[in-house]
């Protein structure tokens, strides 16, 4: 018998034992779960990146001032990068807003708005995050869930053996096949989580980077415009 083809594969399925078909739908589930993460992910990374992009292009050509960027945080407020700048540019509002004298304004004002870039970045990463985590279990676990299905399978076909007392080829083989689907679908799930675990971790990475570059961006369009503060206060 092919193995190689659907149709036998279906039949070395169908006619597995139950712990067998257990382990294979679970597999399937799995991978099913895995490839609609992968997918996913391909498409919100791929947004992300063009944002930022966008966004950095806006901070370098067209914003000239701390209106403008609030023009922009609102057309860009369901990005994740304006999401980001928008936190500390509250922060800016509440210290603006603040009776302080300026002197105080102004030494408090760096560290409060890096802090809350460090907030931003921490909420939007953790949202890019979600579900990532999940390709790792995959990857991880899958290939042992195979491999419990391939033991066990294994056990039966030599129960089987032992009831007919023959152990020809014949009688071993089928049983065998039956058993090592579950280790060739363990792995089948298991190589691509891996691979898309290891693409999503450096994706993160590099929008994180992204992001520190625009919260840069940020700070410097607000010290090249603190003769806005100096302007609210009379002086």
Same mark, same amino acid.
């Given at each position: 018998? !092919?193995?190689?083809?659907?149709?036998?594969? *279906?039949?070395?399925? $169908?006619?597995?034992? +139950?712990?067998?078909?257990?382990?294979?739908? +679970?597999?399937?589930?799995?991978?099913?779960?895995?490839?609609?993460?992968?997918?996913?992910?391909?498409?919100?990374?791929?947004?992300?990146?063009? !944002?930022?992009?966008?966004?950095?292009?806006?901070?370098?050509?067209?914003?000239?001032?701390?209106?403008?960027?609030?023009?922009?945080?609102?057309?860009?407020?369901?990005?994740?990068?304006?999401?980001?700048?928008?936190?500390?540019?509250?922060?800016?509002?509440?210290?603006?807003?603040?009776?302080?004298?300026?002197?105080?304004?102004?030494?408090?004002?760096?560290?409060?708005?890096?802090?809350?870039?460090?907030?931003?970045?921490?909420?939007?990463?953790?949202?890019?995050?979600?579900?990532?985590?999940?390709?790792?279990?995959?990857?991880?676990?899958?290939?042992?869930?195979?491999?419990?299905?391939?033991?066990?399978?294994?056990?039966?076909?030599?129960?089987?053996?032992?009831?007919?007392?023959?152990?020809?080829?014949?009688?071993?083989?089928?049983?065998?096949?039956?058993? *090592?689907?579950?280790? $060739?679908?363990? *792995? $089948?799930?298991?190589?691509? $989580?891996?691979?898309?675990?290891?693409?999503?971790?450096?994706?993160?990475?590099?929008? !994180?980077?992204?992001? !520190?570059?625009?919260?840069?961006?940020?700070?410097?369009?607000?010290?090249?415009?603190?003769?806005?503060?100096?302007?609210?206060?009379?002086?």
């Amino acid at each position: 018998m !092919d193995i190689f083809t659907s149709n036998a594969a *279906l039949t070395l399925v $169908a006619n597995s034992t +139950l712990a067998v078909k257990i382990v294979l739908i +679970l597999l399937v589930l799995m991978s099913i779960f895995s490839w609609s993460i992968i997918f996913n992910k391909l498409y919100i990374f791929f947004i992300t990146k063009r !944002d930022n992009k966008n966004f950095a292009r806006y901070f370098e050509d067209e914003i000239v001032g701390l209106k403008g960027l609030e023009v922009k945080l609102n057309a860009y407020r369901k990005k994740a990068c304006a999401r980001v700048i928008y936190v500390a540019f509250k922060e800016l509002k509440r210290i603006e807003q603040t009776s302080l004298p300026l002197n105080l304004k102004l030494k408090i004002l760096e560290e409060n708005l890096k802090r809350a870039l460090i907030n931003g970045r921490q909420i939007e990463l953790s949202n890019l995050k979600k579900t990532i985590p999940f390709l790792a279990t995959c990857s991880n676990a899958a290939p042992f869930i195979g491999l419990f299905g391939t033991v066990w399978g294994i056990m039966h076909s030599f129960h089987s053996i032992g009831l007919q007392k023959s152990a020809s080829l014949a009688t071993v083989a089928p049983g065998i096949s039956e058993a *090592l689907i579950a280790t $060739a679908i363990g *792995l $089948a799930v298991a190589i691509p $989580a891996t691979m898309a675990y290891n693409y999503f971790l450096t994706k993160l990475q590099d929008v !994180d980077k992204d992001f !520190d570059i625009l919260g840069n961006m940020f700070l410097n369009l607000v010290q090249r415009n603190l003769i806005f503060f100096k302007e609210k206060e009379g002086e």
